[in-house]
């Protein structure tokens, strides 16, 4: 080991156990940021000056009903995504581990999927205007990505490559050499920054009063944040192909950075066709 390193803490991943029922840190991770995040939208919503008209997108009642579809699309969205994006060969033959989520394994990109499609049907459902339900939740995502992240490195997993630097971590089962502590930099910029990025167009630049304003600079936001991360985590079976520096987690992140910079432009011509 390096003497430069810093000494990866060891955290057991259970946070407690209760004779056979284990409570693993990354299901508290999840839990947390669907809970606060929940919170964070109560909020939102009650600010009436953040809306046009002073009129929220939703009720309060809305906002409850709201978790368990955002939940549902979180949870199976990034189940899926991390077996059909990153690592197929192995869960087709191991089908078995499909299920074992309390391993970690979560794809965001995945987990985005599946909640845009959960948003889009709650907010038919409810007759809600989609944009605004989407500028919600989009606006609270960073607090779960700091959560996950955390519960990444809890876990030990998506490390980064190898590093002189002097924050450097030896991770166990990755040999004996340092590497950047790569969800690290992602929990703090997809999620700290992130956050206080989306906290002052919501509450100085009033974006919730364009519906999809939000949500377009939450794309362009994590779009740039997440390639930028993936640059230190260029290792054999995240990339398309070792001949290539190219993760997938930077080639999935493009059409978020695509539909970002079209939602903003969208809601800003909107914007000023109504004024």
């Keep these: 080991m390096s003497l430069l ?31 606060l995040g929940w919170i964070y939208i109560k909020r939102l919503v009650a600010d009436t000056r953040l809306w046009r008209g002073n009129a929220a997108a939703m009720t309060a009642e809305d906002v409850d009903e709201l978790l ?26 191991h089908p078995s581990q499909i299920f074992a989520i309390w391993r970690g394994g979560m794809a965001f990109h995945g987990g985005f999927l599946g909640s845009a499609i959960a948003l889009f049907l709650f907010a038919r459902r409810k007759g809600l205007v989609f944009f605004s339900v ?40 990755w040999g004996d050499e340092p590497r950047h502590p790569a969800m690290l930099y992602e929990a703090a910029l997809e999620g700290i920054v992130l956050f206080f990025i989306l906290r002052y167009f919501t509450h100085r630049l009033m974006a919730l009063k364009s ?63 109504s004024s």
Excluded at 8 to 34: F, K, M, N, T
Excluded at 87 to 92: A, I
């Design 211 to 273: 519906p999809g304003l939000t949500t377009g600079v939450f794309l362009l936001g994590y779009g740039v944040f997440r390639i930028f991360c993936e640059l230190f985590k260029i290792i054999e079976y995240r990339q398309f192909s070792p001949d290539y520096p190219i993760t997938k987690g930077m080639v999935y992140s493009l059409p978020m950075l695509a539909l970002g910079i079209w939602m903003v432009v969208r809601a800003r011509r909107k914007e000023r066709a």
């Design 68 to 93: 368990l579809w955002v939940a549902a699309g979180v949870i199976i969205g990034g189940r899926l995504g991390h077996v059909l994006f990153y690592e197929p060969s192995y869960y087709f033959e």
């Design 5 to 35: 390193a810093i000494p990866y803490p060891q955290i057991d991943p259970v946070a407690l156990q209760i004779g056979p029922i284990a409570i693993r840190w990354y299901g508290l991770a999840y839990a947390a940021g669907l809970i």
């Design 134 to 173: 989407t500028d919600l939740v989009t606006a609270t995502v960073p607090i779960g990505l700091f959560f996950g992240r955390m519960a990444n490195f809890v876990n030990g997993e998506i490390v980064g490559t190898p590093t002189d630097m002097p924050w450097g971590m030896v991770f166990p089962g």
